[in-house]
């Protein structure tokens, strides 16, 4: 069984082609990701409708390369003219149209079964460009459609397990971790805690009521004139501080800091979240330590600071967390996200949790194709799949799970 999966719900578009086979091991067989990062870098973040057109031209060249590397692609001998089904396009996605009729008219209906697509969260008019591709592919070759949310995206990719012998090329299990699972999803567009009491099922008991944790490292990294996405950066910083100021002399995790910032909602008695306060609270300290002589900060005072908001921003994701694995009885812990790849929410993470942890592979953390092949894949393994009519396909951009 083979799934063709696209993600384009924020600024990484990614096509790849999974197969499924009877040893139950999942097969990577073809992945093209492609990363807006240069694009949004100028703005500080992602910028909708430039994300949008960089979707809709990187969409068919990722296509082609995913399914060469599959051994998918293969030339028609009688061009077909398929054009009307893509009348649908001439709106809003002619650019896209442009590049999908002489696809669909010069490449034979490859030889898969469904076709995954990320329908929400995310940003609407990023998502509609993989949803149209989806429904396009769908009515030309007439395969159906799965629709994705991204964010079981995120946590179905905790729960792959690289197969031994063959992992340089990528096959993997699908792991069923006991449950019940609690999912900690932290990226740039969310901050949620989601609760699984089965497999497949979603309740999501907590969220941010303003920025992502994502987020806020990308802004507090632009505070510091750092590029977009400056969450590794910011986290690169506070480990050189916690290096030269080392635990034994400090309570907390970064030393004698000079700075310490606010932990928003650590006793608030539900499980929602709030980054905006520790962002603020760096904007203000920032401004004082540099507006009194109109000067840059110094690389320690960077270092101090960045430690300060990653210890604040990390340590209320975790007790809460914490605090939410105990109440629920999760038997299993799941990192999803962006900030899953933060080397210091895992270390503490590994040394506060007292139940089994998942993180992603790193390459895996962020967004990709694979991460919504793989949800498809065990909607279907499961027998619990929902496929919708091509032309009934949706973008949501608030979707809940
Ligand atoms: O999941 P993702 O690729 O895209 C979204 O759906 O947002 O996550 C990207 C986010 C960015 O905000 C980025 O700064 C953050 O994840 N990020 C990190 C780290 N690596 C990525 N934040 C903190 N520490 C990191 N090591
Ligand atoms: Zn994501």
């Given at each position: 069984m083979r799934i063709l999966a696209i993600e384009t719900s924020c600024d990484e578009t990614g096509v790849c082609i999974l197969e499924y086979t009877v040893t139950g091991v999942v097969s990577i067989l073809g992945n093209a990701l492609s990363?807006?990062?240069?694009i949004h870098a100028k703005y500080g973040g992602v910028f909708p409708t430039l994300a949008k057109r960089a979707h809709a031209e990187k969409m068919v060249p990722l296509l082609t390369q995913a399914l060469d590397e599959a051994y998918l692609l293969e030339v028609i001998e009688e061009p077909i003219d398929s054009k009307d089904k893509l009348d649908f396009l001439n709106e809003k996605e002619s650019q896209l149209k442009e590049q999908l009729s002489p696809f669909v008219s010069f490449y034979k209906k490859p030889d898969i079964d469904y076709i995954a697509?990320?329908?929400g969260p995310g940003l609407e008019p990023a998502l509609w460009v993989g949803v149209n591709t989806a429904r396009a592919l769908s009515s030309v070759w007439n395969i159906p459609v799965i629709p994705i949310n991204h964010m079981e995206g995120h946590v179905v990719t905790a729960m792959l397990s690289p197969v031994e012998s063959s992992s340089s090329s990528k096959v993997y299990k699908v792991e069923q971790p006991q449950l019940p699972i609690?999912?900690?999803?932290?990226?740039?567009?969310h901050t949620e805690l989601v609760l699984s009491e089965s497999f497949g099922k979603y309740q999501k008991i907590g969220q941010t009521r303003d920025?992502?944790?994502g987020e806020a490292f990308d802004k507090v990294a632009r505070m510091f004139g750092l590029p977009y996405p400056g969450g590794p950066a910011i986290s690169k910083l506070a480990k050189e501080y916690r290096e030269t100021n080392p635990p034994s002399a400090h309570s907390g995790g970064g030393g004698e800091n000079p700075f310490t910032m606010p932990r928003p909602m650590?006793?608030?008695?539900?499980?929602?979240?709030?980054?905006?306060?520790i962002k603020t609270a760096m904007l203000y300290t920032i401004r004082d330590l540099t507006s009194a002589n109109s000067r840059e900060l110094e690389i320690y005072e960077k270092q101090a600071l960045a430690c300060a908001f990653e210890d604040a921003a990390i340590e209320v994701l975790i007790k809460k967390t914490l605090k939410a694995v105990e109440e629920y009885?999760?038997?299993?812990?799941?990192?999803?996200g962006g900030v899953a790849s933060n080397t210091y929410l895992h270390s503490e993470l590994t040394k506060l949790a007292s139940v089994?942890?998942?993180?992603?592979?790193?390459?895996?953390?962020?967004?990709?194709?694979?991460?919504?092949?793989?949800?498809a894949m065990t909607q279907v393994i499961s027998e619990n799949i929902t496929t919708r009519e091509a032309e009934t396909l949706k973008a949501d951009g608030n979707l809940s799970l």
């Open positions: 990363s807006q990062i240069e697509v990320t329908i609690l999912s900690l999803l932290v990226s740039g567009g920025d992502a944790v650590l006793h608030s008695g539900d499980y929602d979240f709030s980054f905006s306060g009885g999760a038997q299993t812990l799941i990192i999803g089994k942890l998942l993180f992603p592979e790193p390459w895996l953390a962020t967004d990709n194709a694979v991460m919504i092949g793989m949800a």
